[in-house]
């Protein structure tokens, strides 16, 4: 038995365990890495990226979901803190919070990880042809198998089951053909034991098996298929490389339909939860569809369109305005096949209330989310508790933290959620499990030190080049020697060869004994993509002792022989080409330094609401001194009168308690009356004039997060402000909290909802109201039991685990009466008493009811003051005036603008839970950056010739990172080399040319551009 | 003109066609060969020069795709 990583000090181990290495454990990997601690990411699969990485594309910005997680998949790959312990399972934790134990089956791969370098061969080799799990079975794979193309790590693995040569003894082709010996039949499972201060709970999900509700026909019918199918259908990387075909005939479907809500909302099949992602996975699906083919027709069978996400309710509304997706109002009781086609019939009751019977090509199930079964009865082994549905347990507002002291949770395995709120919660679990060992940060993990550096300015340039067989991947089309011959011809070249594999241990080895032996001062590789191997050969130079950016590669694998298989010729040509460019570059490459500077290991945290609050206490709690600025005189923000929650929860009190604890924390100072005039630095170094009770003060700081909330909307409409009777949703709250007695005596309430949500002017749901109204409905019949109550709504968005509160509503009697946008409600007072006209779809009348009370679900806006912070930072915010963070899907706590982050209904509308959650998780991204006590800055960056510029600000308006300023003393424009990212479009645009950036230059670009030919 | 196959110059993104020209490759797509790509960090650093350039090295069409 091997034991690793129990060298911590003290009781407590700098190390932290993540269960599940989809995108949540990969973000909570990646920041507690990045923040001084060791990781073990455990995944069961072969390689990690979980479900993200068979999505095809993602709501509501339809991005490609595989071009998002690659670059994630291979940071977490080289990260130096990160160990990524794959196709193994968690057998069992032991030990106290602080130093556990954790046991776990490395399950036989039958390769030897250390010499596979993923090239494929076997695989190209083997005879047996399996069902592909990755594509849910539409394609096939070999017996020996990585599970998609970007598969991180990169390692084959033996499926014994299907196997040959496990089988029948006989067969073996893998050994024979793979050239590094990694194939070893005689593997065994290997028990292992890591030590681990904290636990990561990320296990994920799976989705609800469609055979299960036989009246759709999955499994019977062909062309009915699950959502996830469909995304494997739609991906270019998919069985049908992303053209829309039915699995019947591979037929182009011309009418496509969703069944919403398969496995949710359930009650019958006991899952009575919303699934939060089908609405959304749906429209987006017949969105992409139409995209491919005009011609789809596309029809969206639903019970309510739960589009609560931030961007959704715009992405809905021009699904269904600009691209025409059908959405019909129907729960569909069954589908029929006819045989002979395999087309689907399907009946329905249209909006006019008439049955109709429709038939379609292709019939789509959105299946629901599961919690992973697989994880059942570990987590009942390791004492965490579970929800009856397998999910696991939260402990009130603070979602990430389960009933097991240090154990933390994130991703759909706490609850069913969409990939921001995943990935949120992996930083937010991360903080919470470093917050626990942040007096053993840093002492599990290895810095590399690197030798010094070789001066080799004013040398003539020696180039090595060192050509990449990659098995036959290359060598099988191109004539590799040749390559390697024809380099040597080239002109500062002193070095050509040709290998294996570039990538190997050995040949890195080599690598670097040759470029000391031949004193060469460039290096080109030509070999497979930079996009995933320059960081490792920029590494190999800088322990041979060159500045990395002496460094150029050739793409002759991926953008060669793979897409010139049959030319062989012309392909070792083009390759020859390739070198000869990447040469002519390599000689004019200079070597470039990226400079120190010390980290104010400080935070700044703007808004004292609950989510700025729990940002500066997080911070604090970390370690490191925070500065907590409130506008107005008292902390606590919105919390302060939010009761309680529809799941017990007193927001209210945990917030007195907050506040307390930040009052009491020596790390954090709080200044009330308090608003930042100014900010200067960069990342990493601000600097801020802030005012407090009118005086100034200068504070320094590493990072910023913006918290600084939201308010509720004072409806202008049904009489709200004009009769006392209309109340907002919080002013009932604030009633029913202190058991107003006149609510024990009314007989008739109504609630309209959507008030200043989802119109033409704010087209956003405020994610809350709907909750809020159930949550205020009951607790207005507990106290009131004979009142009738009447909700006015467009889509109950009660999602989640929220959905059973809808159902209790509406088994108390609470009555949903649904209205249509453009017939909204008339309010009248007669006589003194409020009157109610809805238009009932249902019945296609009108309804009248009397009110006593009317109370309004009034929306959630940005802060007033949100603006002018906005601008003192120099922060983007959306239409709807919330801030905008730096990519919908992926980076939902960070601004683009580095060392700004943001959290709380800054970003916009959600729950008090969702709140605390964001303000860890931008905490734990703000620990990357306060973990570091250097940072350093520089390296392929733009730098601007003072004499040159005369300061026309073009480069200003085009630079999409808000960089360029002017220096109004010099009036030059100065770059901040931090900032700056080096994308480069200000050396285009600049007219004068004074822009440079670093690594690109024009004569570097020319270069190889004129070695076209 | 049948068999002309022109020489194209791709000049292209890190970020989105680098990765999809490398995706192809995955993928086995196969399309000609006297097709030859730069990788710009990002597109907006192409200058007017590097096209004219390119044609003036033999090029007979540039793409850029970013």
Redesign the interface.
């Known amino acids: 038995m091997e034991t690793k990583g129990n060298l911590g000090t003290g009781n407590k181990i700098g190390a932290i365990a993540v269960i599940g290495g989809g995108i949540s454990g990969i973000q909570a990997s990646l920041d507690a890495a990045n923040s001084g601690f060791k990781v073990f990411l455990i995944e069961s699969n072969t390689s990690i990226g979980g479900v993200m990485a068979q999505l095809d594309k993602t709501f509501p910005t339809n991005d490609c979901s595989?071009?998002m997680i690659?670059p994630k998949l291979i940071e977490v790959a080289k990260h130096p803190n990160i160990e990524i312990i794959s196709y193994a399972d968690v057998l069992d934790i032991s030990g106290p919070p602080g130093n556990f134990s954790v046991k776990i089956k490395k399950k036989a791969r039958y390769v030897d990880e250390n010499k596979c370098v993923g090239c494929g061969i076997c695989a190209s080799k083997c005879p047996k042809k399996v069902p592909d799990a990755f594509n849910r079975g539409l394609g096939k794979r070999k017996a020996i198998y990585v599970s998609f193309?970007?598969a991180v790590p990169l390692i084959y693995t033996i499926d014994k089951e299907n196997c040959i040569y496990f089988k029948n003894g006989r067969c073996r082709a893998c050994e024979k053909f793979c050239e590094n010996n990694a194939i070893d039949f005689a593997q065994q499972d290997e028990i292992i034991e890591i030590g681990a201060g904290t636990i990561i709970l990320a296990p994920g999900f799976e989705t609800f098996d469609a055979s299960i509700r036989g009246e759709y026909g999955y499994g019977r019918y062909p062309n009915v298929i699950t959502s996830i199918e469909y995304e494997r259908i739609l991906s270019?990387?998919g069985p049908s490389?992303g053209h829309i075909q039915r699995p019947s005939d591979s037929q182009v479907p011309k009418r496509i339909a969703w069944i919403q809500c398969v496995g949710s909302r359930d009650a019958s099949m006991g899952r009575g939860y919303c699934s939060y992602v089908c609405c959304m996975y749906a429209i987006k699906q017949a969105v992409i569809s139409k995209e491919h083919d005009r011609e789809i027709d596309t029809c969206i069978f639903y019970i309510d369109i739960r589009a609560q996400g931030k961007g959704f309710d715009r992405y809905f509304e021009r699904a269904r305005s600009e691209s025409g997706v059908r959405f019909v109002r129907s729960m569909i009781s069954r589908v029929v096949e006819n045989p002979i086609s395999h087309n689907l019939e399907i009946n329905y009751i249209d909006e006019s209330g008439e049955i109709r019977t429709e038939e379609f090509d292709m019939v789509i199930l959105s299946v629901g989310l599961s919690p992973n079964q697989a994880f059942q009865d570990l987590a009942r082994k390791l004492e965490v508790e579970l929800n009856q549905f397998g999910f696991c347990e939260s402990r009130g507002l603070e979602l990430v933290s389960t009933s097991r002291p240090g154990f933390f949770v994130c991703g759909v395995f706490q609850s069913p959620k969409d990939i921001p709120e995943t990935v949120l919660q992996g930083s937010s679990a991360a903080a919470e499990a470093m917050g626990f060992l942040a007096d053993v940060r840093g002492t599990m993990v290895a810095e590399e030190v690197y030798p010094e550096e070789r001066d080799v300015r004013g040398e003539e340039p020696r180039i090595g080049v060192f050509v990449c067989h990659c098995g036959i991947n290359i060598a099988g089309v191109v004539d590799v020697k040749a390559v390697s011959e024809f380099a040597k011809t080239l002109s500062h070249v002193v070095f050509a060869d040709n290998y294996l594999f570039a990538c190997s241990t050995d040949t890195q080895e080599e690598m670097k004994k040759i470029i000391k032996e031949h004193k060469l001062n460039r290096v080109v590789v030509a070999s497979c993509?930079?996009?995933t191997h320059e960081p490792l050969f920029q590494d190999t130079l800088r322990e041979a002792g060159l500045n990395k950016y002496l460094f150029e590669m050739a793409?002759i694998?991926?953008?060669?022989s793979?897409?010139?298989?049959?030319?062989k010729e012309?392909?070792t040509?083009?390759a020859k080409?390739?070198v000869r460019?990447s040469v002519a570059r390599a000689a004019l490459l200079e070597p470039l330094h990226e400079v120190p500077f010390n980290v104010v290991q400080k935070g700044l945290v703007v808004g004292g609401g609950l989510a700025g609050l729990t940002a500066a206490l997080t911070l604090a709690e970390q370690g490191y001194e925070t500065y907590l600025i409130e506008r107005s005189a008292d902390l606590g923000g919105n919390a302060r009168t939010l009761y309680y929650t529809e799941e017990g929860a007193r927001p209210s009190e945990y917030l007195k308690d907050l506040v307390q604890k930040v009052k009491d924390n020596r790390f954090i100072r709080v200044y009330t009356n308090a608003e930042v005039i100014d900010c200067s630095g960069h990342v990493g170094r601000f600097t801020s004039t802030i005012s407090v009770n009118g005086k100034k003060e200068e504070i320094s700081y590493g990072v910023a997060i913006v918290a600084t909330g939201g308010e509720e909307y004072k409806p202008k409409e049904y009489l709200y402000g004009e009769n006392n009777k209309v109340l907002t949703q919080r002013e009932l709250e604030e009633r029913l909290a202190s058991c107003d007695e006149g609510l024990k005596n009314i007989k008739d309430l109504v609630m309209i909802q959507c008030v200043g949500s989802r119109d033409d002017e704010h087209p956003y749901c405020s994610r809350v109201c709907c909750t809020e109204a159930v949550k205020n409905a009951l607790k207005l019949k507990e106290l009131n039991p004979k009142v009738n109550i009447y909700v006015l709504y467009r889509d109950i968005r009660t999602f989640g685990f929220k959905e059973f509160y809808y159902k209790k509503a509406r088994e108390n009697g609470v009555r949903f009466i649904r209205y249509e946008a453009d017939k909204k409600p008339q309010v009248r007072e007669v006589d003194g008493i409020l009157q109610i006209v809805v238009y009932d779809p249902n019945l296609r009348s009108d309804i009248e009811l009397k009110a006593d009370i009317l109370t309004l679900s009034a929306a959630i806006r940005p802060h007033s003051d949100s603006k002018s912070l906005a601008t003192v930072f120099k922060l983007p915010c959306d239409q709807d005036g919330f801030f905008l963070e730096a990519h919908l899907k992926l980076r939902p706590l960070d601004f683009t603008n580095a060392g700004f982050f943001l959290c709380g209904l800054a970003h916009g509308p959600k729950f008090a839970d969702e709140s605390v959650a964001q303000a860890k998780g931008a905490a734990s991204r703000a620990c990357t950056i306060l973990s570091k006590a250097q940072m350093y800055v520089g390296g392929?960056v733009a730098q601007v010739d003072g004499s040159r510029c005369v300061a026309c600000l073009t480069c200003v308006r085009?630079c999409p990172y808000n960089v360029p300023r002017l220096d109004e003393e010099e009036g030059v424009i100065y770059i901040d080399t931090a900032a700056c990212q080096?994308?480069?479009?200000c050396?285009?645009?600049c007219p004068r040319g004074a822009v440079v950036?670093a690594h690109?230059t024009?004569e570097q670009?020319?270069a190889?551009?004129?070695?076209?030919? | 003109m049948e068999d002309f196959q022109p020489?194209i110059?791709a000049f292209v993104c890190?970020?989105?066609t680098?990765?999809a020209?490398?995706?192809?490759?995955?993928?086995?797509?196969?399309?000609?060969?006297?097709v030859?790509?730069?990788?710009?960090?990002?597109t907006?650093?192409?200058?007017i020069?590097?096209i004219l350039?390119?044609f003036?090295?033999?090029?007979d069409a540039v793409f850029v795709g970013g």
């Not at chain 1, 190889?1008 to 030919?1013: E, F, G, N």
């Open positions: 595989t071009c690659s193309p970007q270019a990387g490389q993509s930079p996009r793409n694998r991926d953008q060669n793979w897409v010139h298989a049959n030319e012309n392909a040509e083009k080409d390739l460019m392929a085009t080096g994308c480069g479009n050396a285009t645009a950036v690109n024009d670009f020319l190889k551009i004129t070695a076209l030919y | 020489k110059e890190t970020y989105c680098y990765t020209a490398d995706m192809a490759g995955s993928q086995r797509l196969q399309y000609p060969s006297t030859r790509v730069v990788k710009y960090l990002c907006g650093k192409v200058e020069v590097h350039k390119a003036e090295a033999g090029a």
